[in-house]
């Protein structure tokens, strides 16, 4: 009897095994544990976001925010999808700034490192080095990031309201090529952009970002960091806790839950310098109190191992945004990498 029991009981598992696997129904099935846990943030790793082609929206221009005799700032708009291959798209806001005079110019996108709410308006963080930039001849995007700006707000969940950073600057590098329509409508074809010349610039935080859609889009764009976070995720938000109220409780908590259903290297450019194809510039401060200082040798170092075309310069008493007297050096080493790099 016990034998024709544990045969009726191994039928049975046998048969649910085979619906389960057989049905357009199985992810609803419910097991003895309850109902199976989706893992929705898969979609963000790199070896799916790789996976993606990013739509090539349009974008727009809007107010004029100042004007001079050499160039003019103003907002721009596009749209991202809300999650990746989603069809909902929301928009992004940003600053452009533009070379007065007519002319076919080479594009600069630049990503803001982090600007508290209460601080933030389009343009902070990248502005001063876009203007010098725009004036000496090149097309500069600094879009705001999803819920900042005049943006649509970022996902509730903190860890893909991160990801989305990813998805918004993949979404720009795709939709650049319509970026001379926009032109076009509002200074009739008197100032272009030079698709064949597309330069990176990034700062603190942003410089993850950069080197992040660098390994996910494989796209050969001179890229120049400034005093970049590059370690490793979730440690590169890990060291930065101290600076909360709570001293990074509620980050730690979300972190050990998301790596309790998630590999974190999946999701970490570290993992994924073999497949950056960009000359990079680094350019980091001595006095630096944000960003240590080996941070940024090591990342040169791991680059160059990789056989990347890398640039490293460090400045004697520097601080995180290369003041008090280093910065129009900065800049201008910046320029010559780009103008030297464009040429090849």
Same mark, same amino acid.
């Given at each position: 009897?016990?034998?024709?029991?544990?045969?009726?009981?191994?039928?049975?598992?046998?048969?649910?095994?085979?619906?389960?696997?057989?049905?357009?129904?199985k992810?609803?099935?419910?097991?003895?544990?309850?109902?199976?846990?989706?893992?929705?943030?898969?979609?963000?790793?790199?070896?799916?976001?790789?996976?993606?082609?990013?739509?090539?929206n349009?974008?727009?221009?809007?107010?004029?925010?100042?004007?001079?005799?050499?160039?003019?700032?103003?907002?721009?708009?596009?749209?991202?999808?809300?999650?990746?291959?989603?069809d909902v798209?929301?928009?992004?806001?940003?600053?452009?700034?533009?070379p007065?005079?007519?002319?076919?110019?080479?594009?600069?996108?630049?990503?803001?490192? @982090?600007?508290? !709410? =209460?601080?933030?308006?389009? *343009?902070?963080?990248?502005?001063?080095?876009?203007?010098? +930039?725009? /004036?000496?001849?090149?097309?500069?995007?600094?879009?705001?990031?999803?819920?900042?700006?005049?943006s649509?707000?970022?996902?509730?969940?903190?860890?893909?309201?991160?990801?989305?950073?990813?998805?918004?600057?993949?979404?720009?590098?795709?939709?650049?090529?319509?970026?001379?329509?926009?032109?076009?409508?509002s200074?009739?074809?008197?100032?272009?952009?030079d698709?064949?010349?597309?330069?990176?610039?990034?700062h603190s935080?942003?410089?993850?970002?950069?080197?992040?859609?660098?390994?996910?889009?494989?796209?050969?764009?001179?890229?120049?960091?400034?005093?970049?976070?590059?370690?490793?995720?979730?440690?590169?938000?890990? @060291?930065?806790? !101290? =600076?909360?109220?709570?001293q *990074?409780?509620?980050?730690?908590?979300?972190v050990?839950? +998301?790596? /309790?259903?998630?590999?974190?290297?999946?999701?970490?450019?570290?993992?994924?310098?073999?497949?950056?194809?960009?000359?990079i510039?680094?350019?980091?401060?001595?006095?630096?109190?944000?960003?240590?200082?080996?941070?940024?040798?090591?990342?040169?170092?791991?680059?160059?191992?990789?056989?990347?075309?890398?640039?490293?310069?460090?400045?004697p008493?520097?601080?995180?945004?290369m003041?008090?007297?280093?910065?129009?050096?900065?800049v201008?080493?910046?320029m010559?990498?780009?103008?030297?790099?464009?040429?090849?």
């Amino acid at each position: 009897m016990k034998k024709i029991f544990l045969g009726v009981i191994l039928l049975v598992s046998i048969v649910l095994l085979v619906y389960f696997y057989f049905s357009p129904q199985k992810k609803s099935l419910i097991s003895p544990l309850g109902k199976l846990k989706e893992k929705s943030l898969s979609v963000y790793s790199f070896n799916s976001l790789k996976k993606i082609q990013f739509p090539k929206n349009s974008i727009s221009l809007g107010k004029k925010i100042s004007e001079n005799e050499n160039i003019i700032t103003q907002m721009f708009y596009y749209s991202v999808p809300q999650s990746p291959n989603a069809d909902v798209q929301i928009k992004v806001s940003g600053v452009i700034n533009l070379p007065k005079k007519p002319g076919n110019y080479p594009i600069i996108v630049m990503l803001r490192g @982090y600007v508290p !709410d =209460e601080m933030y308006q389009p *343009g902070v963080g990248t502005q001063h080095a876009a203007e010098v +930039f725009a /004036k000496n001849g090149f097309i500069t995007l600094a879009p705001d990031f999803l819920g900042a700006g005049e943006s649509a707000s970022p996902s509730a969940d903190p860890l893909e309201a991160r990801f989305q950073t990813y998805t918004t600057i993949l979404t720009l590098f795709s939709s650049l090529s319509n970026l001379d329509y926009a032109l076009n409508a509002s200074y009739s074809g008197s100032i272009k952009g030079d698709l064949s010349k597309i330069g990176i610039w990034a700062h603190s935080n942003g410089g993850q970002i950069a080197l992040s859609v660098l390994a996910i889009s494989g796209v050969d764009y001179p890229m120049v960091l400034w005093a970049p976070v590059s370690k490793s995720f979730p440690y590169s938000i890990l @060291y930065y806790t !101290d =600076e909360v109220d709570d001293q *990074g409780k509620t980050l730690r908590k979300l972190v050990a839950d +998301f790596e /309790k259903d998630y590999s974190a290297e999946e999701f970490s450019f570290t993992s994924y310098l073999s497949w950056i194809k960009a000359p990079i510039q680094i350019n980091q401060g001595e006095s630096d109190q944000e960003v240590p200082v080996w941070w940024s040798e090591e990342l040169a170092a791991s680059l160059k191992k990789e056989k990347i075309s890398t640039q490293y310069f460090s400045y004697p008493g520097a601080d995180h945004n290369m003041l008090p007297s280093q910065w129009t050096n900065v800049v201008n080493n910046n320029m010559l990498f780009y103008n030297t790099s464009f040429k090849k």
